[in-house]
C-alpha cells in the first residue's frame, strides 16, 4: 500500500509525509518563539520602569537651545534630504516652537 509497483513509495505518501513535516515543523517554531520570549520577558533588566516626572514646560519665547548650531545642521540636513536637494540651497530664517 505505501509501496508503489516498482518498490518506491507511493507519491501521495510522500506528499502527506511533507505536509506533515513542514506543519510540526512550523508549530515547533511557534512553540520555541514563545518560549523565549516568556524568559526574555521575565529578565529584570527588561522591565519597563516608571518614566521620570516630566520637567516643566518653559514658555514659548524661553525656550534655549543649548547646542543650536547642530540643532539648525540637523533641521537643515532633514529638510534638504526630504526636498531632494543639496543642503546649501536652504536658508533657514528662523526657528520657533509650535
Known amino acids: ?3 508503489a509497483a516498482s518498490g518506491e513509495l507511493a507519491t501521495w505518501f510522500v506528499v ?3 505536509l ?11 512553540l520555541i518563539i514563545s518560549i ?5 520577558n521575565l529578565l529584570p ?5 516608571a518614566k521620570p516626572a ?3 514646560v ?3 519665547g524661553d525656550t534655549v ?8 545642521a540637523a533641521v537643515s540636513a532633514v529638510i534638504a534630504e526630504e526636498l531632494g536637494t543639496d543642503i546649501t540651497k536652504i536658508r533657514i530664517e528662523s526657528i520657533r516652537k509650535l
Open 1 to 3: 500500500m505505501l509501496l
Open 16 to 18: 502527506v509525509m511533507g
Open 20 to 30: 506533515i513535516i513542514v506543519f510540526v515543523g512550523l508549530i515547533a517554531i511557534i
Open 36 to 40: 523565549v520570549s516568556k524568559v526574555i
Open 45 to 49: 533588566e527588561n522591565k519597563v520602569e
Open 54 to 56: 516630566a520637567a516643566p
Open 58 to 60: 518653559a514658555a514659548a
Open 65 to 72: 537651545i543649548p547646542n543650536r548650531g547642530e540643532f539648525v
